[in-house]
């Protein structure tokens, strides 16, 4: 698993978020990739990969689906938050 730590920025709060990359090829070139969002870091032992996203063709387009994806997650966690 290829695995990216970034930071997104939802109504002025940074957040540290982890992903992991699956390809379905054997060598990563053009396959498709599965997108699992990873609930701590990957070094920890209580960490999970919850999948998100799947049959997406590039790394840079699953990354940035998987920042959307999340993005928007957050946003909807904090609004229900204030209510």
């Known amino acids: 698993?290829?695995?990216?730590?970034?930071?997104i920025y939802v109504d002025n709060q940074s957040?540290?978020?982890?992903?992991?990359l699956v390809s379905k090829s054997k060598n990563g070139k053009n396959?498709?990739?599965t997108v699992y969002l990873l609930t701590d870091d990957p070094n920890k032992p209580l960490n999970h990969a919850?999948?998100?996203?799947?049959n997406i063709t590039s790394k840079e387009t699953a990354i940035k689906r998987a920042i959307?994806?999340?993005?928007?997650?957050?946003?909807?966690?904090l609004e229900n938050?204030?209510?």
């Open 15 to 20: 957040i540290d978020v982890w992903f992991g």
């Open 68 to 77: 959307e994806h999340t993005k928007d997650l957050f946003h909807h966690l």
């Open 81 to 83: 938050k204030k209510l």
């Open 1 to 7: 698993m290829y695995r990216v730590k970034r930071t």
């Open 31 to 33: 396959g498709k990739y």
């Open 50 to 54: 919850e999948p998100i996203l799947s």
